[in-house]
C-alpha cells in the first residue's frame, strides 16, 4: 500500500559520503531519516523549513511520492533516497525557491 503523506516542512539530508541534498518531508519522515542517521545509513538530517505553504508544486510532488514510494517502518535496513526525474526534480526546485531556500 503506497503512502498519503501530507508534506510539510523542507530538510537537508547528508549522504554517507559528504554530499547533501534537500527533501520535501513531514515531522513522521523526517523522525525516519533521524533514525536512520542514528543507525548509520546517513550522516545527518536537520530541518530548515517547518510549515511550508501547501502549494500547487507541493501538491505535484506530494502526489508523485504517494504515489511513488511508501513510508519505511522503524524496522528499516537502509534509508532510499526518493529518485526525481527531471519533471520532479523541477517542482522540488520551486518548492525550494517559493520558501526562499537554496
Given amino acids: 500500500m503506497k503512502s498519503h503523506e501530507v508534506l510539510t516542512l523542507i530538510e537537508e539530508i547528508t549522504r554517507l559520503d559528504g554530499t547533501k541534498y534537500m527533501e520535501i518531508s513531514n515531522m513522521v ?3 525516519r531519516a533521524e533514525l536512520a542517521a542514528e543507525r548509520g545509513y546517513i550522516k ?5 523549513q517547518l510549515n511550508i505553504p ?3 508544486h507541493v501538491e505535484a510532488y506530494e502526489n ?3 504515489t511513488n514510494y511508501e ?24 518548492i525550494l ?3 526562499h531556500i537554496g
Avoid at 44 to 48: A, D, K
Fill in 29 to 31: 519522515q523526517n523522525g
Fill in 44 to 48: 545527518q538530517v536537520r530541518i530548515l
Fill in 54 to 56: 501547501h502549494s500547487p
Fill in 64 to 66: 508523485y511520492v504517494n
Fill in 71 to 94: 513510508m519505511p517502518t522503524e524496522q528499516m535496513d537502509h534509508f532510499d533516497e526518493w529518485e526525481k526525474p527531471a519533471k520532479i526534480q523541477h517542482e522540488v526546485d520551486m
Fill in 97 to 99: 525557491k517559493e520558501n
